[in-house]
């Protein structure tokens, strides 16, 4: 199922949470939800699975109003809260029967969904142990477990890997490109390079308001604008280097990376950049030892378009 977000908006008192965003996720699509605290992605989120009105603007689950059609909709919708509440007397066990029951599952199949998100999740050694017992990293699972109980056609995850151990982290990330190749997948997260190992579009939100929608390198170019070389030569005084490689018809920009081994970023206004440079050392009799992609971080783009 597709999501369409058209203008939505959400106020509290003279606060605009959410500001006249949009955007479309499409079916298989598992789309990155990213944010400083207080940007506005949990109350988007809330929105999605009908938890709370916007003021203002329309969600569309597979071209339907989520408005007129709330109920029905909602039973194609698997949420993970960022709280993740649970009721931490019951057993895992009867939670998960509990919850499929909720969800509207013939009785004939509860049992065997429960032992299904239980090998899933990797709740087996846990499953009779009361909710309130377990580690955070466990909890976790159980709301990831009860999110899928009913294996909606979409999944809006916030925080699904938060209290894991690395190699939790590492079996989530799995479950969740699994899931993302039939169903549509919100994940929000502050772990950046967990959006790169697991979502095929970043969607960014800064008080509220959307300033960044693309893929990972689709971002990396626009931060950049033009392409950076990382470039270390030796046998040569640094400022001259500097003022050299700056004076090459091909380059727009030098900066020092590291004065102290001469290496430098440059960037790059042609392509044939990387010849000019060899000329270059080759008529200063310099060595050139290192010429390579420089990428932007993820960190840094989302460090700069919401440090506003």
């Not at 899933?120 to 990293?137: A, F, V, W």
């Not at 969740?176 to 169903?183: A, S």
């Not at 997948?185 to 509220?208: M, Q, W, Y």
Request: glycine content about 8%.
């Amino acid at each position: 199922m597709d999501i369409i977000i058209e203008n939505l908006t959400k106020k509290y008192g003279n606060q605009k949470a959410v500001d006249n965003i949009s955007l479309k996720v499409a079916t298989g699509e598992i789309l990155g939800f990213l944010g400083p605290n207080g940007a506005g992605k949990t109350t988007t989120m809330k929105i999605i699975t009908n938890y709370i009105t916007a003021d203002e603007g329309e969600v569309y689950i597979e071209g339907r109003s989520l408005k007129e059609n709330a109920q029905d909709i909602k039973r194609h919708i698997g949420y993970l809260s960022e709280n993740n509440p649970l009721y931490e007397e019951m057993p895992v066990i009867d939670y998960l029967e509990f919850c499929a029951k909720i969800h509207g599952i013939v009785k004939t199949r509860v049992g065997s969904r429960v032992t299904e998100m239980i090998r899933i999740t990797g709740l087996n050694r846990e499953k009779h142990k009361k909710i309130g017992e377990l580690s955070k990293g466990f909890k976790q699972r159980v709301g990831l477990a009860q999110a899928m109980i009913h294996d909606p056609e979409i999944l809006i995850l916030d925080e699904p890997t938060s209290g894991l151990d690395p190699n939790q982290i590492a079996e989530i990330r799995k479950l969740i490109k699994e899931l993302g190749r039939e169903k549509t997948v919100i994940l929000s997260t502050h772990i950046l390079p967990e959006v790169e190992a697991t979502c095929d579009r970043i969607f960014i939100i800064n008080k509220g308001k959307i300033v960044a929608d693309g893929t990972a390198d689709s971002l990396r170019k626009q931060a950049q604008g033009t392409d950076i070389l990382r470039v270390k030569i030796e046998d040569g005084e640094p400022n001259q280097i500097f003022r050299s490689l700056q004076a090459l018809s091909s380059v727009s920009l030098v900066d020092f990376a590291d004065r102290q081994h001469n290496r430098f970023n440059v960037h790059c206004k042609t392509d044939d950049v990387k010849r000019q440079i060899f000329g270059l050392c080759v008529d200063k009799k310099w060595v050139l030892t290192e010429m390579t992609p420089f990428e932007t971080k993820l960190e840094d783009i989302f460090r700069e378009l919401t440090m506003n």
